[in-house]
């Protein structure tokens, strides 16, 4: 990127140079989870602790995100740190699927994936002090089927005694064959071999082979039916826990106070599954089941939807969150208290309907960190949006009282790794810096403005991105009735080095959900498009998350209008500013943003010269018959969802009119569609009818089709092919 002579930035346009720029921005590394070992008083009287990383980092060589580990050793004195440093270097992990510390730290358990002469394998590890003490071939067991490793269902918990584990699986099927398999015919066997085969043959069902399973959709696809499954260490037996309803799938368990049983969330999924990865609306409850009786308890309301319960170190409370069934997908949670010994229920935070005079908009979570709570059993650390940027709050349980401890940083997002005897360690970023390494210990209640951060790994800044954080109040015209007065805002990255009169050309990026949000952190393809020479404005259009729920409310009915009329505003706006070339506008988009990409370039066909939509939203009528989350498609129309309701002609109508598809015969501006083949939240039929409705109409398409990537195409030979076609696009059609 540099300047040309009459004052216009010019863009890198060589592909070479611009692959050489990706690969070099790609070698940031972000981090995934933090653990603290117990504390060691060193001979010479001083206290330390051990911290273990896992990051993670795209190797183009070997088309794969690879996953290291790193050990940072922490000198303190139980409320500062007095010194603080990398203990050796980084160290790649391969296939462990999960990995836990016991309470003590003596030992660790790690549930490991391996193929042994072309058959994967699962192993169940126990590895005490310097050796591996203990491997179970789970596999050979045949207890169950795949151990679940997914952040939705998956746990690996030791008890408070070290005696046992607890995981979360796959049922075991009964073996299917056909009617006419070998073997059916009338036995010529003795009776004793008879007998033997009979006992091998006793899970076999003959006329199942094709029966259909249902699955929790996108991202879940291999998860059906979990069971909670347990391993006594010392005896090596593996059971399932019984007393789990059948019309519930449990899932992010944890073992109750004094062992005496578990506690999991359970979604119930009758009459049919639908998709729950990023999807926390779900009924489900919070449930407990005694291990003597196997009787199973339901400790939360059965018309709410729940997640991510964390016990109090004192082992008398659990928190988690809650939200309503259906509806909007992402919305306010409330964060719930259950006493253990009471049984009583008590609302710590509500839902907030519109930010209160300290600035807090409410709680944008679907998962708290596994450590959450303080030494003291009083606080809980949650990290999530804030408008434009993601905070880590403190949350007192017993007044309700919320602070964040980062909304004066320089850094747009923080994310609570874990908090261990109130040592926090946090990763924190900024579109113009990626994550670095922080720990610092929890002040006291009331003083949690003088938190300290000490710094274990820090990240080169970037020093030729600028960025950001603008707000909008729509006009007058554009204001909702139902819900007046609410604004939003827009995050705009651009080069730093620019001169005064200088044109930028502008890519508008407004994100999916549409009930998520944008905050102010490291994103790959967005710095390497502002390092290139180009303006990215990040739009979070009123339905946003991190907003109040108003905000989310007023979104649902209004898609196609509401949140289009809110891009096109903050890029008018930005433009207004007279940093940008308006004639060189794109606007690029997946999933609700591709919705939004195709709608702009409908509605406003001779502002965008050149578009980009990754797996778009383009008819929601025919789309609400294929994907896992057909409710999106009836709620974003503006109705209310029921499983058992029945489509109409008013309600087709009503989604066809709110679809893309509805303007595509204005549409003028090139497009260049990325698909996943294995997209099962917006199936790829959404984008081959917008490819097929454009060729028709000789507008300039190209489609790019990805085998083995579903919704989020974030496998690495993905991702940077179809980087590398959108920025080559973009520059073809804004003539740079």
């Known amino acids: 990127m540099d300047l040309e002579g009459d004052g216009n930035l010019k863009v890198l346009t060589s592909p070479e140079d611009i692959a050489k720029l990706y690969r070099e921005q790609s070698l940031f590394p972000s981090l995934s989870r933090a653990d603290v070992g117990p504390v060691i008083t060193s001979q010479y009287g001083g206290k330390y602790s051990n911290i273990s990383t896992e990051w993670t ?15 940072y ?4 004195d139980d409320k500062s740190i007095v010194y603080s440093g990398p203990s050796g270097n980084c160290t790649e992990i391969k296939g462990e699927l999960l990995s836990k510390d016991s309470p003590s730290g003596d030992m660790k358990a790690v549930v490991r994936a391996c193929t042994i002469k072309g058959e994967e394998k699962q192993f169940l590890e126990i590895w005490h002090k310097n050796s591996k003490i203990k491997s179970l071939n789970l596999t050979a067991l045949k207890k169950h089927g795949k151990v679940y490793e997914d952040d939705q269902f998956g746990c690996l918990v030791w008890s408070h005694s070290e005696t046992h ?10 073996k299917a064959e056909s009617y006419f398999e070998s073997g059916s015919e009338p036995s010529l066997l003795g009776d004793e071999e008879e007998a033997v085969k009979a006992e091998k043959k006793e899970d076999t069902v003959k006329g199942d082979q094709f029966v259909y399973y249902e699955d929790w959709g996108e991202a879940l696809v291999s998860k059906s039916t979990p069971v909670l499954c347990v391993l006594d260490i010392e005896s090596n037996n593996v059971s399932v826990l019984e007393g789990v309803p059948d019309n519930i799938s449990p899932g992010q368990a944890f073992w109750a106070p004094n062992d005496t049983g578990v506690v999991f969330v359970g979604w119930w999924h009758e009459p049919f599954r639908l998709g729950l990865k990023n999807c926390p609306n779900r009924r489900s409850s919070l ?12 400790l939360s309301s059965d018309s709410a939807a729940v997640s ?3 016990l109090s170190p004192d082992l008398c409370r659990i928190v988690y969150l809650e939200c309503g069934v259906y509806g909007p997908h992402q919305q306010c949670s409330k964060l719930c208290m259950y006493d253990w010994y009471t049984k009583k229920t008590s609302v710590v935070v509500d839902v907030v309907r519109r930010a209160s005079e300290d600035g807090f908009t409410g709680i944008y979570s679907s998962m708290l960190s596994h450590q959450c709570w303080s030494a003291d059993s009083k606080r809980i650390l949650v990290s999530c949006a804030q408008r434009s940027r993601k905070d880590l709050l403190v949350v007192d349980t017993s007044t309700g009282q919320v602070t964040s401890l980062t909304s004066k940083s320089d850094m747009g997002s923080w994310c609570l790794l874990t908090i261990q005897r109130d040592l926090m360690v946090v990763s924190c970023s900024s579109p113009s810096c990626p994550s670095n390494l922080r720990v610092a210990f929890l002040p006291s209640s009331g003083s949690e403005n003088e938190v300290s951060w000490v710094t274990l790994e820090a990240a080169q800044t970037q020093p030729e991105i600028d960025w950001q954080i603008l707000s909008f109040t729509p006009p007058s015209d554009e204001d909702n009735s139902q819900y007046p007065g609410l604004d939003f805002d827009a995050i705009l990255l651009k080069p730093k080095q620019m001169k005064e009169g200088t044109k930028l050309p502008l890519i508008v990026s407004p994100h999916g959900g549409p009930h998520s949000v944008v905050v102010a952190e490291w994103l790959l393809s967005q710095a390497v498009l502002c390092k290139m020479g180009f303006g990215v404005l990040q739009v979070n259009y009123r339905g946003s998350i991190g907003y109040g729920q108003d905000s989310i409310l007023s979104l649902p009915g209004n898609v196609g209008t509401q949140d289009v009329k809110d891009v096109q505003f903050a890029v008018e706006s930005v433009l207004a500013q007279g940093d940008f070339n308006r004639e060189k506008v794109a606007v690029t988009g997946g999933s609700h943003g591709g919705f939004l990409a195709c709608h702009l370039i409908g509605q406003y066909p001779d502002f965008y010269k050149a578009c980009v939509a990754q797996n778009p939203v383009i008819n929601l009528a025919s789309m609400i018959g294929s994907t896992d989350i057909p409710d999106w498609c009836v709620v974003e129309a503006g109705f209310d969802y029921s499983t058992n309701a029945q489509l109409n002609p008013t309600m087709l109508e009503q989604m066809l009119t709110k679809s893309p598809i509805k303007h595509v015969t204005q549409v003028k501006t090139p497009v260049l569609l990325t698909l996943g083949e294995d997209d099962k939240r917006v199936p790829n039929k959404q984008g081959i009818e917008y490819y097929r409705s454009l060729k028709a109409l000789q507008v300039p398409v190209r489609l790019l089709w990805y085998p083995n990537n579903n919704h989020s195409l974030s496998k690495v030979d993905a991702e940077s092919d179809g980087f590398m076609n959108v920025a080559l696009w973009i520059i073809q059609h804004l003539t740079l």
């Not at 050793?73 to 303190?76: A, D, K, R």
């Not at 584990?165 to 009964?174: C, F, M, S, T």
């Open 57 to 71: 980092q795209r190797d183009l060589e070997r088309n794969e995100n690879v996953k290291f580990c790193r050990q």
């Open 73 to 76: 050793i922490v000198f303190h």
């Open 165 to 174: 584990l607890l995981y979360v699986a796959e049922k075991k099927r009964p």
């Open 287 to 298: 449930f407990y089941v005694d291990l003597t009786g196997g009787k199973c308890e339901q």
């Open 308 to 310: 991510s319960p964390r």
